[in-house]
């Protein structure tokens, strides 16, 4: 059965530095979404990305996060320069264009910001 | 704007007996999609059933049926034959039809500890 794939699994990094987290969506999926979830904490919608453009981000998402999708099965998040209060898990999601369609979760990836 | 509200921060029931765990939301939509989410261990996010709004028919998957009260408000997933790997954080979404995106509106979870 297809699913959504995430790399890396784990990434630690010193805070100020970018980071990019990686997802592959599933293959006929047309939409894409990040969440997050601060450890303890309620999972949080970042961003949804459709038609190779944000179809609608949250307050989280300010001017040091962007998507891409820079090829046809890569969907990226990247965190120009990472905060403590960044570190969490970031779940990749994706869907088709149905209007009954669930959202498919990849595994994660835990981010951890010394 | 809407809010999911899942009450019991834990829960723990003996292998082989049923539980059923509590999800609440508000909303002032009448279509919308609901959902309840499996996080193991390992984190990843696992759909375990989805319920739509308009459906008055309680949806099943195996030993996964909910209990879906539109008035109330109420959506709670009922787990029959507990089995050591159900042990997990269970989480209720909430999908607005209206929302173009679908963003998914997260209840806080609920740890299910399963007793052997």
């Known amino acids: 059965e297809p699913e959504v794939t995430q790399t890396p699994s784990h990434q630690v990094t010193q805070m100020g530095q970018e980071v990019i987290l990686r997802c592959v969506p599933i293959?006929?999926?047309?939409?894409f979404y990040w969440y997050r979830q601060i450890l303890g904490q309620k999972v949080e919608f970042l961003v949804s990305?459709?038609?190779?453009?944000?179809?609608?981000k949250s307050e989280i998402f300010d001017d040091q996060f962007s998507v891409e999708r820079p090829d046809g099965s890569n969907f990226t998040l990247k965190i120009r320069s990472t905060k403590l209060e960044d570190s969490a898990m970031y779940f990749c999601?994706?869907?088709?264009?149905?209007?009954?369609?669930?959202?498919?979760f990849g595994p994660g990836t835990r981010l951890t910001v010394l | 704007a809407q809010t999911v509200t899942q009450s019991q921060p834990e829960m723990s029931v003996q292998e082989a007996e049923t539980v059923t765990l509590s999800c609440t939301y508000d909303?002032?939509?009448?279509?919308?999609?609901l959902f309840w989410y499996k996080q193991p261990p390992s984190r990843q996010m696992i759909l375990v059933i989805r319920?739509?709004?308009?459906k008055q028919q309680n949806a099943t998957e195996n030993r996964f049926s909910v209990n879906f009260q539109k008035a109330a408000k109420s959506f709670s997933l009922k787990i029959s034959d507990s089995q050591l790997g159900d042990a997990a954080m269970y989480f209720c979404a909430y999908r607005s039809a209206m929302d173009s995106n679908y963003q998914l509106i997260w209840g806080a979870g609920t740890k299910l500890i399963i007793k052997p």
């Open positions: 990305f459709y038609n190779n453009e944000i179809s609608e």
């Open positions: 999601a994706s869907r088709t264009l149905s209007n009954t369609d669930t959202q498919y």
């Open positions: 319920q739509e709004a308009y």
């Open positions: 293959s006929n999926h047309l939409y």
């Open positions: 909303t002032s939509e009448s279509d919308y999609y």
